[in-house]
């Protein structure tokens, strides 16, 4: 059996601990039986980011005539730009296999891990063992159980990024930000889609209000069913059809050269035997861990999408940080998510941060609302944008408590907030307080925090 000072399941942010311990002069094990980067440089935002600049390419063109010019969306090399977009990620994998490789001190297994006892892991026909063990393993495509799925050719996100030939009809099983996602790239590009969610609305986990307007706005791109359980699923003559049931037992059908299910994701310790090594998982498989990310198994401790509460590359990142910290510089500091958000890459765009006014009326705690919509402000009007707004939710001393936008470039404007959040007081006032450029787009922020009533104060 071979022992290293550190082992790192994980070859996502799993890469900056093994990096990090190398550079400390520790003997590490990086275990990835797939491509090194992981999910993010893979399978998710760096390709279907990448792709989804594409499609906001294409909506220029082919709006281009409501500001008096003329311009033709004649054709879409959509293979082309499939092709280009994993070249272009397989390189960037490549590079940070090399990287790896060239560390004297870090070890890279390309195989399966399982634990077989105490930091000690099977991997392929060897055992290792770890002084220290971080598991990183991220998570997977959930697929539900759909009658008849199994026996259909369906497609995941990892497939749907990678696929050389533009469907003409796709069908969505799911409603979150992922299906959104993809159907925009897709229908863009120029294929009907037909996007099928349980809930009400789409993006259910955004602000009511803010999910309430993009459901509107896709149903304009979009056939949208909301509300809808997708019941069965059948196959024949190279097409594929969904049954669903509303809430109130109304069934549909939908045929489409394509099914892509977009209905969340499920982290992979399901196939890491966690149990074996006395690492506590919660209901739903999510690794246990304390608030410096130490699990309930002595010395491993866990980051990125196998663990919760947050999803995101950058959150990933930022806890591989705290387990540099804690992990390998013994520091004891427990993680900090002040200023942490989201968005979601869609035309229009959706950002968040904080509480949603649903989760703030569900705690009972008091708060002011402050908004302003894109066409209040002289950007949003040369925009011609008519459905967005910015949504502040604050608490009676001007703290910040959430802020909610849809509209064209929320993943930015969003940023203002979460450094008010990181680095300021985390108030109103930080906002307020600050000159903005005229007629930066970044005024609909700023009148949004100004429209905060405090009840005459």
């Known amino acids: 059996m071979d022992d290293y000072d550190i082992v790192v399941i994980g070859g996502g942010t799993g890469n900056k601990v093994a990096l990090a311990a190398a550079d400390r002069g520790e003997s590490v094990a990086l275990i990835e039986r797939g491509p090194l980067g992981g999910t993010c440089v893979n399978r998710g935002c760096n390709p279907s980011k990448t792709l989804i600049h594409r499609a906001d390419v294409a909506e220029t063109v ?50 399966e891990a399982k634990f077989v006892g105490e930091r000690t892991l099977r991997v392929g026909d060897e055992e290792i063992r770890g002084e220290k063990v971080v598991v990183a393993v991220g998570a997977r495509p959930a697929i539900p159980p759909i009658d008849g799925l199994d026996d259909v050719d369906y497609l995941t996100s990892t497939d749907a990024l990678r696929l050389d030939r533009r469907p003409d009809r796709l069908v969505v099983i799911g409603g979150g ?15 009907a889609v037909t996007i099928i969610g349980r809930s009400d609305v789409l993006v259910p986990s955004e602000d009511r209000e803010v999910a309430e307007t993009f459901t509107e706005i896709a149903r304009r791109r979009h056939t949208v069913h909301v509300g809808y359980e997708a019941t069965a699923v059948t196959q024949a003559d190279g097409r594929v059809t969904v049954t669903a049931t509303s809430d109130d037992g109304e069934p549909i059908a939908v045929t489409a050269d394509e099914l892509l299910v977009a209905t969340g994701r499920r982290p992979n310790t399901d196939r890491l035997a966690p149990e074996k090594a006395g690492i506590d998982l919660d209901d739903r ?32 990142d930022h806890e591989a940080k705290y387990v540099v910290k804690n992990a390998l510089d013994g520091k004891g500091e ?116 100004r429209d905060v009533d405090f009840g005459g104060e």
């Open 177 to 191: 930000y992922i299906a959104a996602e993809l159907g925009y790239f897709y229908e863009a590009l120029g294929t």
């Open 285 to 316: 498989g999510y690794v246990e861990t304390d608030e410096y990310l130490e699990t309930s198994a002595e010395n491993v401790w866990a980051h990125g999408d196998c663990i919760r509460p947050y999803h995101f590359k950058h959150a990933a």
């Open 334 to 449: 427990a993680v900090d998510y002040a200023g942490i958000g989201h968005a979601i890459f869609t035309s229009p765009q959706v950002a968040g941060t904080g509480k949603t006014e649903e989760e703030l009326d569900e705690a009972g705690q008091e708060y002011a609302v402050g908004r302003c919509a894109y066409r209040d402000t002289v950007m949003g009007n040369a925009l011609r944008d008519r459905d967005g707004f910015v949504k502040v939710l604050a608490a009676p001393d001007g703290e910040i408590l959430g802020c909610h936008i849809v509209g064209p470039d929320a993943s930015t404007l969003i940023h203002e907030v979460l450094l008010a959040l990181a680095s300021g007081s985390g108030t109103v006032d930080d906002v307020t307080g600050t000159i903005h450029i005229h007629p930066a787009l970044s005024k609909v922020v700023l009148k949004a925090f």
């Open 62 to 111: 082919r709006h281009a005539g409501e500001f008096g010019i003329d311009a033709d969306l004649d054709r879409i090399d959509f293979p082309r730009i499939v092709h280009e977009v994993t070249e272009m990620i397989d390189g960037k994998s490549d590079e940070l296999r090399r990287a790896i490789e060239e560390r004297e001190t870090i070890t890279l297994y390309r195989d």
